[in-house]
């Protein structure tokens, strides 16, 4: 009996796995938004999630220190595509005040 389970168990865990293979009509890239309307819509994406942050830290506590991470990584390459600064103040405010509770005062 227990060879019985040990062998069903790997069998069972594969067929319980997701699938994460990625559907193939998302890798279709056309768009009929050109790059002006594209940068409005992220522009308006991040002005949604600006309340979000909390300025005693400056994260979205609902998101791990890795997603806010990405966030604000998000935010710098939005603003270097779109050839504008117009997030860099808020970023660098709120990254120094993330790191500033990361590392401890001496």
């Known amino acids: ?6 062998l069903a168990f790997p069998l069972l865990s594969y067929s ?3 699938d994460l ?5 998302w890798a279709n890239t056309t768009s009929t938004l050109g790059r002006n309307d594209r940068i409005q819509q992220v522009q308006s994406v991040l002005d949604t999630l600006n309340p979000s942050f909390d ?3 400056g994260t979205i506590h609902a998101l791990s220190l890795e997603q806010n991470a990405n ?6 390459m939005y603003d270097s595509l779109s050839s504008s600064k ?11 005040r993330i790191m500033t509770g990361l590392i401890p005062n001496p």
């Open 55 to 57: 300025l005693s830290d």
């Open 16 to 18: 319980l796995s997701p």
């Open 1 to 6: 009996m227990l060879v019985i389970t040990l």
């Open 71 to 76: 966030l604000f990584t998000a935010v710098v």
């Open 86 to 96: 117009d997030n860099y103040d808020i970023s660098k405010d709120r990254l120094s």
């Open 21 to 25: 293979s990625i559907p193939s009509q």
